[in-house]
Every structure is written in C-alpha cells, then in structure tokens.
Nanobody, 123 residues
Framework: QVQLVESGGGLVQAGGSLRLSCAAS????????IGWFRQAPGKVREFLIA????????WYADSVKGRFTISRDNAKNTVYLQMNSLNPEDTAVYYC????????????????WGQGTQVTVSS
C-alpha cells in the first residue's frame, strides 16, 4: 500500500515557476515508478512525466519537454516536479501516481493516486 500527498500548487504568473512535491508513505515506495498527470476543467487527465524507482530513467510528454523536470529522493520518499516557463494552458489540477508494472503513460495502469494540487497560471 502506498499513500501519496501532493503539495506546492498555487497561483503563479505566466513565465513563472513552481515546484510540486509528492510525498509517499509505505514501505514499498521505492519499488514504484512515479508519474505526474494533470487535469484541466472539461479535459481528460493527461500524462506529463514519470521517473523510475532509481531515478535513472525519466519519460516526458512532448507538451512538457524542456520545461518540466522530475526527480526523486528515496531517502525522503518524495518525488519533485519542477515546472518552468509556465503559461495559462498549464492551469490544472496536478496529480502524482504510482505504478509498479505496466505502461507509465496510461492512466489506468497506475495503482495509487494522490488527491491532487491546483496550479493556476495567470496571464
């Protein structure tokens, strides 16, 4: 069992940056790939980025390449999402999720989800 809690969301101006955190509890956290998704009003939840258990492999959606980075600190049971050059289209609820096996890019493959944190980018 893994519990995930996101934090760090808020209001930021276009061009600004935010760092989101995903804090996990559970002894098996280190066995999981952690992904970040977001969901804007009226839209489907979309995959953004993921990092494997060791932090050695990362995967990015084209929409965030060059702007978002992901890292993890297994000693702190935390995964970070650094978001730069934000624009109003990035406004959404951001979720972290854990997957043990399967396609990290598919929402339905994830085993555990956080409750989400709101990010709002003003123009």
């Amino acid at each position: 069992q893994v519990q995930l809690v996101e934090s760090g969301g808020g209001l930021v101006q276009a061009g600004g940056s935010l760092r989101l955190s995903c804090a996990a509890s559970g002894r098996t956290f280190r066995s999981y790939t952690i992904g970040w998704f977001r969901q804007a009003p009226g839209k489907v939840r979309e995959f953004l980025i993921a990092v494997n258990w060791s932090g050695g492999n990362t995967w990015y959606a084209d929409s965030v390449k060059g702007r978002f980075t992901i890292s993890r600190d297994n000693a702190k049971n935390t995964v970070y999402l650094q978001m730069n050059s934000l624009n109003p289209e990035d406004t959404a609820v951001y979720y972290c999720a854990a997957i043990r096996n399967g396609d990290y890019g598919i929402r339905s493959g994830y085993d555990y989800w956080g409750q989400g944190t709101q990010v709002t980018v003003s123009s």
